[in-house]
């Protein structure tokens, strides 16, 4: 690029930089100092925290971090290598047996992210000959490795289930070999269950398998923590999941699913073929946060009850919550900049919490999305429910 070009390049980039600053969807981050936990300290004040997916707590716990400290001088600090050259510990592979045997399923393959095993779960699987219906809200990872398959795309309506099986009519009738329903366990922005039970019944009606994202579940939802699944009661055919989350909040992802479906994804999932494998510390602590959740009820009691009382506190107070059970709650204000205002008003008052807008929720659905977690006590709640009621007022969300 000659220097002129580059010049006006990056001039064009500060006219997208201001449009995003003049309509107030500028993200701005946050320094924390020391741990992620219940309470987090930013420029030198300590605040309560209400926005990680820290959901059981066990992103500071003692015993991930000796596990993964023990991992290290044992194990080493980086594999240097992707999982098929010189990457695979035994540790490796006795993770994804335990993910898997945890979940139900034959097998599993871990990636260096959630973000990596969606992006790499579809185009090894299917082809053109084949369909991939997926729910309008799915995330971002979903959609994208959707978009690097060959398959015929088909998209329903959030959780629409008249319009899951027109697309799984229209799927058939376009004469798709396999057909494969894909679905978040849990929509993030919302806090909202997906209706898996009526999923799994229409795709056994039309010949179809079902896959569900369940960052946001697995670690808490149905019982020991085994998932939106297992919540609902019923099996689904391929699953994928974070450790970034629940699971002790670090990073890493994996699929989970039959023998095949994983054998295949080992030859020819491509984020897993040429990116590098987990480092020992990840994965040691990875099967702590399985040998920690399941048994973890009284955390996944203490969660629970931490979000019903938040959610009544939050209604009483006069804010339009979306409803539901899950501990993600969305506080709605409509606009992105009173969530904005609201986010800032808040951290005055000791309260960290994030406000989302467009483009991560559509525009005019602006909000602040707090999430439970079960190392809140009830003091933090109380204390947090003052602050959203002296907030709401002095930014007008409040009457
Ligand atoms: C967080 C999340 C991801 C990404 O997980 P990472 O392991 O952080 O890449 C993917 N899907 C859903 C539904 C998520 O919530």
Redesign the pocket.
């Known amino acids: 690029m000659t220097d002129s070009g580059k010049a006006a390049f990056l001039a064009h980039l500060g006219e997208v930089l201001a449009g995003i600053e003049a309509e107030g969807l500028m993200k701005r981050e946050r320094l924390i100092h020391g741990p992620q936990g219940a309470h987090v300290e930013v420029a030198g004040r300590r605040l309560l925290n209400l926005c990680a997916?820290n959901y059981l707590g066990l992103a500071d716990d003692p015993r991930l971090i000796t596990a993964a400290s023990a991992a290290m001088a044992g194990q080493g600090y980086g594999m240097a290598s992707v999982r098929f050259i010189c990457g695979t510990q035994n540790m490796h592979r006795a993770l994804e047996a335990r993910i898997a045997g945890f979940l139900g399923m034959e097998d599993s393959i871990l990636f260096a992210?959630?973000?990596?095993?969606?992006g790499g779960l579809f185009e090894p699987l299917l082809g053109p000959e084949d369909a991939v219906i997926s729910d309008s809200l799915?995330?971002a990872?979903?959609i994208d490795g959707i978009r690097l398959c060959k398959a015929k795309r088909y998209r329903y309506a959030n959780s629409d289930m008249a319009d899951l099986e027109a697309q799984l009519q229209a799927a058939r009738a376009d004469g798709a070999r396999f057909i494969l329903v894909a679905t978040?366990?849990?929509f993030?922005m919302d806090g909202y269950l997906a209706k898996l039970g009526e999923i799994r019944a229409l795709a056994d009606r039309y010949g179809a398998m079902v896959m569900v994202?369940d960052?946001?579940a697995t670690g808490f939802m149905g019982p020991q923590g085994r998932g939106t699944p297992a919540h609902a009661g019923v099996s689904v055919d391929i699953l994928?999941g974070?450790?970034?989350?629940a699971l002790g909040g670090a990073?890493?992802?994996y699929i989970a699913g039959p023998q095949p479906v994983i054998d295949l994804l080992r030859q020819r999932a491509r984020p897993y073929l040429f990116s590098n494998a987990l480092p020992p510390a990840v994965v040691a602590a990875g099967l702590a946060a399985l040998d920690i959740v399941e048994t973890a009820d009284d955390l996944r009691a203490q969660l629970f009850e931490n979000a019903r009382y938040w959610r009544a506190g939050l209604e009483d107070a006069g804010f339009r919550l979306l409803p539901g059970e899950h501990p993600i709650v969305p506080v709605m204000l409509g606009d992105a900049v009173l969530a904005q205002n609201m986010a800032s008003a808040l951290y005055d008052r000791g309260v960290y919490v994030a406000g989302f807008f467009f483009p991560v929720v559509p525009k005019g659905q602006a909000r602040i999305r707090t999430q439970m977690n079960a190392r809140l006590t009830r003091d933090d709640l109380d204390f947090a429910l003052d602050a959203f009621r002296a907030a709401g007022k002095a930014v007008g969300a409040l009457a």
């Open positions: 997916n992210a959630c973000f990596d095993a969606n799915n995330h990872s979903i978040d366990g849990v993030s994202d960052c946001h994928t974070t450790l970034g989350k990073l890493g992802g």
